[in-house]
């Protein structure tokens, strides 16, 4: 099934193509010293994986820190935020003959997968090779839970041995123990997406970005990792703000590399006055939208932008990372689809740091109003700062924990 659905992938995205023999077990990059492997799905894993990526380089500095995407776009990400400091190759698929090989191949000193990724054979192999295994930042829903119900048995024997378990919330470990994980490697570490480090002189990146790109007078907001269907409501609310500030910016940033192209048509249709980044031309004054169609830039976008609208949250996607531009200080406005990080949204929004809207028309509403209200503005970024350190230390908690369960490697 996974071959079929990989398969049906590469139609649209040519890239899953790329690289296959990996996804088999049969090849992949040669490390020189030991193994330490970390494993993200794709880009949201990867990205909330960089805290604890970086301080594995630095802690294991004799090592080798292979890092493993489903997604072609998650290893893109990879390369261009790691560079050579790391090795990337495809997870293989969970078959035996696959895993076996994928192991031969590295024979981790152990692995850290994010979030919640359980490969029942994959963890069988890992663990009869006694290899630990610590899934980090781990999150469970309860509609994971339900549909794991009918597996049960395979869930609970593939998070027995040598699995340990840094739960994000409480919750995540009641209902990781719920489906079989020990209660003595279960531990409540938090989110380490909270340990996030915006990159240094960040701010001046995104003033040079505005300068250079002719819009360093104008209002400018970004509408972040957006989606089909969701793109006309965000043209739809600023075309409404230029009512009001006809000189204001979009800056739009399709979720998908492959969806560039389909968007820049959308705005030729839509008669929208565009430009695309990659292109290197300026903004004239009468340019509504800037294209941001590369990747690897986001951090740049957030700091050029007086303001976010963050992406799958006006279509039913469950939202993406809203810890990036809070940890830069700026207001954030999403839709109420936010269930892929139900307790951030909570967390910033009790700590008067997030703007819930619910359609297109309460978007170009709140974007009225933080545009005309500075203060207002500047006060939802603060809070969001100061959310994001209050919650700061997942990542040292989770440091221990992999030392004590790697303690007897």
């Not at 990159?199 to 250079?212: A, L, Q, S």
């Not at 008669?271 to 009468?286: F, K, P």
Request: charged share 20%; aromatic share 8%; glycine share 8%.
């Amino acid at each position: 099934m996974v071959l079929i659905y990989l398969w049906l992938k590469s139609f649209k995205q040519p890239d899953y193509r790329k690289n296959f023999s990996q996804r088999l077990g049969l090849a992949g990059p040669v490390a020189t010293k030991p193994v330490i492997w970390v494993h993200g799905a794709s880009v949201g894993e990867i990205t909330a994986a960089t805290p604890l990526i970086r301080q594995l380089l630095q802690s294991y500095p004799n090592k080798t820190l292979l890092i493993t995407t489903v997604t072609p776009t998650g290893a893109a990400w990879a390369r261009e935020t790691f560079g050579d400091d790391v090795l990337h190759c495809y997870l293989p698929l969970d078959a035996g003959f696959a895993v076996r090989g994928f192991i031969k191949r590295f024979r981790p000193e152990f692995a850290v997968i994010m979030e919640t990724e359980i490969w029942p054979t994959l963890y069988g192999e890992l663990n009869q090779q006694s290899i630990p295994i610590i899934i980090a930042s781990a999150r469970l829903s309860q509609k994971s839970v339900d549909g794991y119900a009918r597996f049960l048995s395979l869930i609970k024997t593939a998070l027995s041995g040598n699995v340990s378990i840094a739960a994000q919330t409480p919750d995540d470990r009641e209902r990781f123990l719920a489906v079989g994980a020990s209660s003595e490697k279960v531990l409540v570490a938090g989110n380490i997406k909270f340990d996030f480090d915006p990159p240094k002189g960040i701010d001046i990146i995104g003033r040079v970005f505005r300068e250079n790109h002719g819009c360093a007078e104008r209002p400018v907001w970004v509408a972040a990792s957006t989606h089909e269907g969701e793109e006309e409501q965000v043209l739809a609310a600023h075309a409404a703000l230029r009512l009001t500030y006809p000189d204001a910016l979009l800056m739009l940033v399709p979720r998908h590399p492959e969806r560039f192209d389909d968007v820049a048509k959308l705005l030729q249709q839509s008669g929208v006055r565009a430009v695309r980044h990659s292109s290197n031309q300026l903004c004239e004054t009468d340019t509504q939208v800037l294209l941001c169609d590369s990747m690897g830039e986001m951090m740049t976008f957030y700091a050029a932008a007086d303001l976010a609208f963050l992406g799958g949250s006006l279509v039913d996607i469950g939202g993406h990372n809203l810890l990036e531009p809070a940890a830069l200080g700026k207001a954030i406005i999403c839709g109420p689809s936010v269930s892929n990080a139900k307790d951030v949204a909570e967390m910033l929004i009790a700590a008067g740091a997030l703007q819930l809207v619910e359609n297109s028309d309460q978007l170009s509403h709140g974007l009225h109003e933080l545009f005309a209200k500075p203060s207002s503005r500047e006060g939802l970024g603060k809070n969001a700062l100061k959310a994001i350190e209050n919650n700061r230390g997942a990542l040292e908690r989770l440091m221990a924990f992999i030392k004590q369960a790697t303690s007897k490697i």
